[in-house]
């Protein structure tokens, strides 16, 4: 039974690589597709980039309308013409399109997991320098630690200080943990 996805974000990023190794892959158009959506691509995510800063969600919508059909009308003229590995990347593109696209309607959602996976490294190099935990309790306990450490780097605060005042509050010299939890006031 497969299950069907609601709502979800695919990393464009990930896209535009695919398209980067199609221009290199020999066949009928391929440069060509693979040039003509990394441009498509970049403008995207310049478009995104736009919107954070200025915040003016009215002329996002409205590029994102127009892009939409720049879209469509890219995938039309290509499709007819794509051989094997260019006709499988417009496919998924097409078929798959309110997931790769979902960011123009919902813009708070960013178009690729880029912060995702920067806050994964930080444990990728760990276990690539050190060989891994040799047990569940000791990797457990490595995770816990690079969770504090990525979300305090996240909020901006001080790893340090975040520490100190754990290991005060541990030894008894304050009565109050440090949270992790942000403040919201309201």
């Known amino acids: 039974m497969e299950i069907q996805q609601v709502a979800q974000q695919k990393c464009l990023?990930?896209?535009r690589r695919h398209f980067l190794r199609l221009i290199q892959q020999p066949g009928l158009h391929n440069r060509e597709i693979g040039e003509a959506f990394v441009t498509l691509i970049d403008e995207a995510?310049?478009?995104?980039?736009?919107?954070?800063?200025?915040?003016?969600?009215?002329?996002?919508?409205?590029?994102?309308?127009g892009f939409k059909t720049q879209v469509e009308l890219t995938l039309s003229t290509w499709s007819s013409v794509a051989g094997a590995i260019a006709g499988k990347l417009l496919r998924s593109l097409k078929q798959k399109a309110s997931q790769w696209w979902y960011f123009f309607d919902h813009p708070h959602i960013p178009p690729d997991n880029n912060l995702a996976e920067r806050s994964l490294r930080l444990a990728v190099t760990k276990r690539k320098v050190s060989g891994g935990s040799r047990s569940l309790e000791r990797f457990e306990q490595t995770a816990q630690l690079l969770s504090v450490v990525q979300t305090c780097r996240f909020q901006g605060r001080s790893v340090m200080d975040f520490f100190v005042q754990a290991l005060m509050a541990g030894a008894g010299h304050t009565t109050e943990y440090p949270s992790l939890i942000p403040e919201f006031y309201t």
């Open 13 to 15: 990023a990930h896209l």
């Open 45 to 65: 995510f310049r478009h995104y980039r736009q919107w954070q800063k200025n915040g003016d969600e009215s002329d996002y919508q409205q590029w994102a309308q």
